[in-house]
């Protein structure tokens, strides 16, 4: 079969590889479709992901769907032809973290196409992908295979408002207008936000904001912003998601929260940010942390497939398989791109 494999920075290979055969508990997909994710594209520009430097080549790819070719023994509730999405997290199942449901942070966490493990684990960017039957959710009749590659980061928003309490009749801002902050902005919607507003420098980012439904738009750099805030929320804004990563932003979020309200950290910020503690704490803000995500899965098909979230627009565009590399550096580009997907 065919695999890409990353040999380091801009060094993706594509290669042979034999197809591997389904064991005890697994399956075997033939890929469909695939997302390129943010952390793909650090691991594609620089080598590395944050602190996860990879030990060996490996394959990256962790948003996908495909096609059940294969049933190892022991696999119950899936046939040969159906269409799956995949769920790549793959927790020990036996810490007291996972037996509190809480998965997504077991220490022991092994996710598809990373390096945060040593070797590093092969990701989905192959012909065929071998996955445990547990990890692999049917697509109901008439769901896309493109649909089923957007599922990780739109579970990866879902349950951002999950941490925030919920988001029904409040009024949100979302710093940070990249992939996952226009999800949460979709999703905050579809679960009755009263208005949302999002915060992004790149002017494109603002436009497709708008165009999904948000309320209003602010660029962070400009020094009406915290004004025109109050425009969209006087007495400030009940949930806060910093989407963005960037200190600044965590800075306007605990800024424009209103008292007594919240803020869902989503992106990865640098170590040593230095924030303003005292409004926190005058303010009782609650700020939590969102990481990855855990028992949304089937909540996120059941949206997406009763037709309440649309999620056709956030794919910027799909390439064929073998053009995987011109999709990176799309994916790479950050000009007025959401989510690029390769289909198989
Ligand atoms: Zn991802
Ligand atoms: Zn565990």
Known sequence: MRAFVLHGAKDLKLEQRPVPVAGPGEVLLKLRAAGICGSDVHYYTHGRCGNFVPTRPFILGHEFSGEVVQLGDRVNGLAVGQAVAVDPSRPCSRCKLCRSGRYNLCPQMVYFGSASVIPPSEGCFSDYVLVPAGNCAPLPD????????????LSV???AIHRSGGVAGKRVLITGGGTIGQMILKVALTYGASCVVVSDPMPHAREFALKSGAIGVLDPMADTMPAEATNWAPGGFDTAFEAA??????????QLAATGGTIVQVGTLEDGVALPMNRLLTKELQYVASWRFANVFQEVIQLVSSGRLNVEPLITRIYPFEKLNEAFIQASSGNGVLKVQISN
């Open 142 to 153: 008439g769901f896309k295979y493109s649909w089923g590659a957007l599922l990780e980061p």
């Open 157 to 159: 928003a879902a349950h």
């Open 245 to 254: 990563g960037a200190a600044v932003a965590a800075n306007q979020a605990i």
